[in-house]
C-alpha cells in the first residue's frame, strides 16, 4: 500500500489538521491527534483517507476525528470519532464496528504483587477453567430465547439479578450497564441464535483478562478515589465485546443501510460508510439493535467479573471483602451515542460514533457516577500484553474539544496476518515468561497476533492524550499474568 500523500496542516505538536479543501465532498476538516513521529506510521497505512472519508457524512458537525491509536478500520477508522447533527445527521454500522460495546472493565484488589506471583499459575488454570475463551467459545450459563430477549433489554441488570455481581457494579458501569433504547424486535433470530450460546464468554483475537500490577501513580489523590493506593498493588483487567451477537448485528444492518444510502440520495466515496439517517426508519432500526448488543456486551463483561471474583476467593481462600475486588469502571470502544455537546457555541443533540475510542467526560458530569463527580470519569487504556496499561480520567478539555472522547489502546501497527509471518507465538510466550509475564491460552499460535511488536507503544499513545489535554494519566500498571483467548 503506498503512503497518504495529503498534507497535514500543523495546529501544535499533538494536533494536525486535513484541510477540508483536500477531497472535494468533505464536509468538515480532519483531525487527528498525534506526534510528529507517529504521523509517519499513520501515512504509512493510509488511514488519513479514511478520516477524511468520514468528512463526507451528513450531518457531520466540527471535524472528523482519529485518536493516536487509529489503524485501518471497515469504513471509519479504528480510534475514529464523529458527530452527527440528530436532525439531518446520519448513523453508520461503520462508525461503530462489528464488536459492539467491545469495552474494558477493571477490578481493584487488596492484594499485593508478592503474594500473586506465589500463586500466578493456580490463579490463571482457574480462571482459564471459569471463563469461557477462544474462538467460538460457548458459556457457562445457558439462556432461552425468553431469557435471551430479557438479556438484551436488561444487560449487565440481568446479570446482577441472577447472581452475578452486585448493583455497586452496576454504578460503576457506563450508561449504568444498559441502553434503554434497546429493542429486541429490531434483533435478527440469526443473530440471537448466535448469541444465546456466548454469553459470558471472552472470546478470541484481542480479547483478554489481564492480572496486573500498578508501577506507577501519577495522580495519588485521583487514585485513591478509585481505590487504588499504592505501587505493587495487583488490579484485574478484563476486555471483551458483544461476540458473535454484535458482529452478527452489524452485519444484518449494514445491508438494509447500503439500500438506505442510495434510497435517501447520500453520495459515499466508500461504500463501507453505508448509513441512513438517524431519525428514519432504517436509522432507528440500527440503533435500537447495537443498544441490544452492547447490553448482551455489559451482561458478557458482569458475568465474567463474577467468575473472576469465585477464582480469586477459592486461590486466595478469602471473602470478596477480604480481597477487596471491587470494581473501578467499565467504558466501552465501540458504540453510538445520542449525546448533548457544544457546537458552535450552542448545545445541540448529536450522535457520537466512537469506534476504537474511550468516553472521556469531565469532572462534575451528570452522567458519571457520584463517586467521580470530583475527579471525572475514569478512562482504561489497554496496551498490549509484553508492555503495559493505563488508567485516566476525562478532562473538560475533550467535552470541548473531542465530544468528550480519547483513546481506547495502543493501536495496531501489524495485521493480524503479518504477526504471524514474522513471529511464533511459542516463541513470544517464551519472551514473555523470562520477563516474569505469565501466559495461558487455548491457541498458542495465536499470541503471535498479539505480541508487542505488532502493536503502538501505549505509552506515546497516552502521552499525546494527555498533553494535548482530552485525558489525564492517572496510574500505570504492568501484567503478571494473561489469558488469551
Known amino acids: 500500500m503506498p503512503k497518504w500523500q495529503g498534507q497535514f496542516v500543523k495546529i501544535d505538536d499533538y494536533h494536525w489538521k486535513i484541510p477540508q479543501s483536500y477531497k472535494k465532498g468533505m464536509r468538515v476538516p480532519g483531525l487527528i491527534y498525534a506526534s510528529e513521529e507517529m504521523l509517519e506510521s499513520i501515512r504509512e497505512e493510509q488511514t488519513p483517507e479514511q478520516v477524511a472519508n468520514v468528512a463526507f457524512l ?31 445527521g446520519v448513523i453508520s454500522p461503520g462508525g461503530v464496528g462489528y464488536d459492539i460495546n467491545c469495552g474494558v472493565r477493571l477490578l481493584r484488589t487488596n492484594l499485593n504483587e508478592a503474594e500473586v506471583r506465589l500463586k500466578i499459575n493456580q490463579l490463571l488454570s482457574e480462571l482459564f477453567a471459569n471463563v469461557p475463551s477462544g474462538l467460538g467459545s460457548q458459556g457457562r450459563i445457558r439462556v432461552s430465547q425468553k431469557e435471551m430477549r430479557e438479556l438484551m433489554i436488561e444487560g449487565a441488570h440481568w446479570a446482577v439479578k441472577h447472581g452475578f455481581g452486585s448493583k455497586e457494579d452496576l454504578d460503576a458501569t457506563e450508561e449504568g450497564g444498559r441502553m434503554k433504547s434497546a429493542d429486541p424486535g429490531r434483533v435478527s433470530d440469526k443473530a440471537v441464535k448466535r448469541g444465546m450460546p456466548q454469553a459470558g464468554t471472552l472470546g478470541s483475537g484481542n480479547h483478554f483478562l489481564e492480572i496486573q500490577v500498578v508501577k506507577e501513580i501519577f495522580e495519588p489523590k485521583i487514585a485513591s478515589i478509585m481505590g487504588i493506593n499504592e505501587i505493587g498493588q495487583v488490579l484485574v483487567l478484563i476486555h471483551t465485546g458483544s461476540r458473535g451477537f454484535g458482529h452478527q448485528v452489524c452485519t444484518d444492518h449494514l445491508r438494509v443501510m447500503e439500500e438506505a444510502a442510495s434510497k435517501y440520495g447520500i453520495k459515499l466515496p466508500d461504500r463501507q460508510l453505508a448509513c441512513a439517517p438517524i431519525e428514519s426508519n432504517e436509522g432507528r432500526d440500527y440503533l435500537a439493535a447495537m443498544a441490544c448488543a452492547a447490553n448482551y456486551a455489559w451482561c458478557n463483561r458482569q458475568c465474567i467479573v463474577h467468575w473472576v471474583r469465585e477464582s480469586f ?67 482504561l487504556i489497554p496496551g498490549d ?56 491460552t487455548g491457541d498458542i499460535s495465536s499470541l503471535a497476533e498479539e505480541a508487542s511488536q505488532a502493536y503502538k507503544d501505549v505509552t506515546k499513545v497516552i502521552e499525546i492524550c494527555h498533553q494535548a489535554g482530552i485525558s489525564k494519566k492517572v496510574a500505570r500498571a504492568t501484567p503478571l499474568g494473561v489469558i488469551k483467548g
Open 58 to 88: 451528513p450531518g457531520i458537525v466540527n471535524f472528523s476525528m482519529a485518536m493516536p491509536d487509529i489503524h485501518w478500520g471497515y469504513g471509519f477508522p479504528i480510534g475514529g470519532v464523529a458527530a452527527m447533527d440528530v436532525k439531518d
Open 313 to 379: 476467593s477459592k486461590i486466595f481462600n478469602k471473602n470478596l471483602d477480604g480481597l477487596g475486588m471491587e470494581q473501578v469502571y467499565d467504558v466501552a470502544h465501540n458504540i453510538a451515542k445520542l449525546e448533548e455537546h457544544k457546537v458552535d457555541g450552542q448545545k445541540s443533540q448529536v450522535c457520537v460514533h466512537r469506534k476504537g475510542a474511550t468516553r472521556a467526560f469531565p469532572p462534575g458530569h451528570k452522567e458519571i457516577p457520584l463517586r467521580y463527580k470530583e475527579i471525572g470519569q475514569p478512562v
Open 385 to 440: 500484553m509484553g508492555r503495559c496499561s493505563f488508567i485516566a480520567v476525562g478532562t473538560q478539555k475533550a467535552m470541548e474539544e473531542s465530544f468528550g472522547s480519547t483513546c481506547h489502546g495502543a493501536g495496531r501497527i501489524l495485521s493480524r496476518h503479518a504477526a504471524r509471518r514474522i513471529l511464533r507465538g511459542k516463541d513470544v510466550a517464551q519472551d514473555l515468561e523470562r520477563r516474569g509475564i505469565i501466559i495461558k
